[in-house]
């Protein structure tokens, strides 16, 4: 069982800067990820990296404003978020998967968080 836990939520301004963390309980053998889910909408994929780092993959909206990234020696994986919009404002979930290709859809995710909040003002 892996149990998965985030930190770094908050309230920032348009524009600004955040990192969310995902701290895991066991070893980060798996591919990893963030989700959003913004209130009325689906729960939508964000950012996936494999287990290497070799491998990265992020959703449209978010591209070169957004980073992911993780130690392994330390079982965390990051979300460093530049320049946030009002449409970035959500509950960030971390997830982990057994197959890189399979963390952009829900159903793919075999452990998940329990979420953080995000909120952007314009």
């Known amino acids: 069982q892996v149990q998965l836990v985030e930190s770094g939520g908050g309230r920032v301004q348009a524009g600004e800067s955040l990192t969310l963390s995902c701290a895991s309980s066991g070893r980060t053998t798996r591919s990893m990820g963030w989700f959003r889910q913004a209130p009325g909408k689906e729960r939508e994929f964000v950012a996936a990296?494999?287990?290497?780092?070799?491998?990265?993959d992020y959703e449209d909206s978010v591209k070169g404003r957004f980073t992911i990234s993780r130690d392994n020696a330390k079982n965390m994986v990051f979300l460093l978020m530049n320049n946030l919009k009002s449409e970035d404002t959500a509950v960030y979930y971390c997830a982990a998967s057994d197959g890189f290709s399979k963390l952009r859809w829900k159903n793919g995710v075999d452990y998940w968080g329990q979420g953080t909040q995000v909120t952007v003002s314009s």
């Open positions: 990296i494999s287990r290497n780092s070799a491998l990265t």
